[in-house]
């Protein structure tokens, strides 16, 4: 059964103190990773999709990186807007269509 | 470009009320269709998703049923309200022509069943 493991479930962090969001993935084949960005009471904001172990995608101060195991997603000098739940979610060969979502690490950047 | 919308942002209904929530796509043509529902502290759900007009496929059972009449409108209906279904529910959107393309999401619908 394909599952998706998010670590920690909170980090807080001081603004400018990097960190790593951690995604453990076990699927059946993967067709896709992806990273969301969720601010409170709104939707998932799509940020990231990576389809392969080394592969890396970079937009501004956040980067993904992918293994065959796991995904991070490295957040740089951290400002207090970066703080929102970050979910991972996995689409793999046995499941057209379908994420199946982590549930998310809440990032408190504190100025 | 493509934008989606949900309405309405929020709902309180009584138990054994019925449900309508509304979901359209814009910018786009022959998208995959999802409906979600994201209880606190857990992922997100999928309860139904559609690849074409009349073509809903059901995750989970329940009281819940999903149609799409057009080809950008997706419609979550529910006969009969439970407390359990209280939460916040997501329609996302996909391209079909490729199966490993991300999800878009719209805003969602906090619903609160009294």
């Known amino acids: 059964e394909d599952q998706v493991t998010q670590s920690p479930e909170a980090l807080r962090l001081q603004e400018g103190e990097s960190s790593s969001l951690n995604c453990s993935y076990t699927?059946?084949?993967?067709?896709?990773l992806f990273w969301y960005r969720q601010d409170p009471g709104k939707g998932p904001e799509f940020l990231f999709t990576?389809?392969?172990a080394g592969e890396e995608k970079e937009k501004e101060r956040l980067k993904a990186t992918l293994t065959k195991k796991e995904s991070f997603l490295h957040i740089t000098a951290p400002k207090p807007e970066d703080s929102a739940t970050y979910l991972c979610?996995?689409?793999?060969?046995?499941?057209?269509?379908?994420?199946?979502f982590g549930t998310g690490t809440l990032l408190a950047v504190q100025p | 470009s493509q934008t989606i919308h949900q309405w309405p942002a929020t709902l309180v209904q009584p138990v054994g009320s019925p449900l309508s929530l509304e979901c359209t796509v814009e910018?786009?043509?022959?998208?995959?269709l999802y409906w979600y529902r994201q209880a606190a502290g857990r992922g997100l759900q999928l309860l139904f998703y559609?690849?074409?007009?009349?073509?809903i496929s059901s995750e989970v059972p329940q009281n819940l049923s999903a149609s799409r009449p057009q080809d950008r409108q997706f419609i979550l209906s529910s006969k009969k309200l439970l407390l359990s279904d209280s939460g916040f529910y997501l329609c996302?959107?996909?391209?079909?022509?490729?199966?490993?393309?991300?999800?878009?999401f719209g805003d969602g619908t906090r619903l609160s069943i009294l």
């Open positions: 996302a959107w996909s391209r079909t022509r490729y199966s490993n393309q991300p999800q878009h």
């Open positions: 699927v059946s084949g993967l067709r896709g």
């Open positions: 990576l389809y392969s």
């Open positions: 979610a996995v689409q793999g060969y046995g499941a057209t269509n379908k994420l199946i």
């Open positions: 910018g786009t043509s022959n998208p995959n």
């Open positions: 559609s690849v074409g007009i009349g073509q």
